[in-house]
């Protein structure tokens, strides 16, 4: 993991250095520079060989034409140096555009997510003000939100697979202790001691803390009150069809 996270880093900071406005300018002409000198002595390199300071100065066409022969394969060298600008001024700039690109993804999604988180919130601290029975205190708004929505950061608003399962375990608790009280089991006997913890432990996996209470009426009405709101959530902010309806 530290060694992953260390060639991330070192991506990163090459990144930033290839898509510096510096290197897209200098490095161009650093190669430009290196390749003419190249070129310069591979000319004077065929001077010497073809010991052409012992020649006189010519202007016949023969002569022109022996010259362009003679130093075609410089021309050549100069066409290939350019060439190869050409082609990584293109790859700089691209690779320039690209991370630009991402960079506005990522600064879109992070928009997206405090939007996102804002709204939750607003709307999470009204719907509790009309639920007298929840302190809003209790409710630990971050780590719900983030319990429901792990990659908003990501750009990703859908309800996690985490949210979706604790939304099924709490149906399946609420169908079991209805059953328990008024169906066809409710001369089993079903502590409400437990009942209490069972339903604390759960709330307390999305941020949300309750007091255990004495009185049942005093609960089941806290009780009523929780499944609500969560019930409102899931309307707002998660999809029907993914999320199953309590």
Known sequence: MQKKH???????KLTIK???????FWYPFIIAAIGLMLAFLYALSIFITEQLFFKNVCFRPECIEYFKDT???????????????????????AFTAVHTYQISVKNTALANHIAHFN?????????????????ANSVDIFRMYMFIFPESRSGHLEPSKKYISFIEKLAGFIGSASDKYSGKNDKVFYSFKKHQT??????????MKIDLKPSQTDFF???TDIYELVRRINSCFC???????L
């Not at 604390?200 to 996996?205: G, S």
């Open 6 to 12: 260390e060639i991330n880093g070192f991506a990163e």
């Open 18 to 24: 290839i898509t510096h406005p510096n290197t897209l």
């Open 71 to 93: 130093f075609l394969p410089v021309y050549q060298v100069i066409g290939a140096i350019f060439t190869f600008i050409i082609g990584v001024v293109t790859v700089l700039a």
């Open 119 to 135: 709204l939750f919130r607003d709307y999470l601290i009204e719907e509790v003000k009309k639920l007298p029975r929840i302190s």
């Open 198 to 207: 069972c339903l604390k432990e759960m709330l307390e996996e999305i941020g």
């Open 221 to 223: 009405r806290m009780e």
């Open 239 to 245: 999809p029907a069809e993914e999320v199953l309806k």
